[in-house]
Each structure stands twice: as C-alpha cells, then as structure tokens.
C-alpha cells in the first residue's frame, strides 16, 4: 500500500525559511501531478501548490511568491521551499495527489510553526 512521507517542518520565525519533502514507496509520485496542502489548527485542510507531471506549477494566493513547489523524478520526492514565512502559515502540512478527484490515503504531514 501506497505511503506518503512528509518530512522538513518545524519552528522558525516569522520571515524565515523551510524545505519540505515528501517522499513514497515505490516509483509512483513521478507519475501524477502532485500538490501540498496544509491544515491550520481548527480549519479545513486546504490546498497550497501544485506541480503537473511536465513540471508546470501553480499556487495559492496566499502562498504565491513565498513557496515553490518542485520535483525530482529520479529521486521520487516532491519538495515545497517556504520562504518569508508568516505566522499564518503554521498548520501541517501535506502531500498528496492534485489536479484530480483521487487522493491517495494521507500521510501522518509534517507539522510548521511560525513564531517569534
């Protein structure tokens, strides 16, 4: 069974910097368009960035210009660089299929602080 591994998160300050990957069994990820998502405390898990399979990316207002998703095929890891980083931004942070209806089963995230 497929299992997505989220790794990278933790405490920063604001205006700081954050490298998330995600990485899964197999050879599947480089297959499908990829995406992250986050889930803030007391809100509903929501999407953040996407990457298709030839590599176009696009992301969430609130996140455009700060984050930038990427892949590695050969490595079989999608990565999210978080730059400028708000307190807003805290919330676990996850991978998973994009640009479709199917999700696979989700991974345990990776949890993001932004605190002074």
């Known amino acids: 069974q497929l299992q997505l591994v989220e790794s990278g998160g933790g405490l920063v300050q604001p205006g700081g910097s954050l490298r998330l990957s995600c990485a899964a069994s197999g050879s599947i990820l480089s297959i499908y368009a990829m995406g992250w998502y986050r889930q803030a405390p007391g809100k509903q898990r929501e999407w953040a960035a996407g990457?298709?399979?030839?590599?176009?990316?696009n992301y969430a207002d609130s996140v455009k210009g700060r984050f930038t998703i990427s892949r590695d095929n050969a490595k079989n890891t999608v990565y999210l660089q978080m730059n400028s980083l708000k307190p807003e931004d805290t919330a676990v942070y996850y991978c998973?299929?994009?640009?479709?209806?199917?999700?696979?089963?989700w991974g345990q995230g990776t949890q993001v602080t932004v605190s002074s």
């Open positions: 998973n299929r994009a640009y479709d209806t199917s999700r696979w089963d």
């Open positions: 990457i298709t399979r030839g590599g176009t990316t």
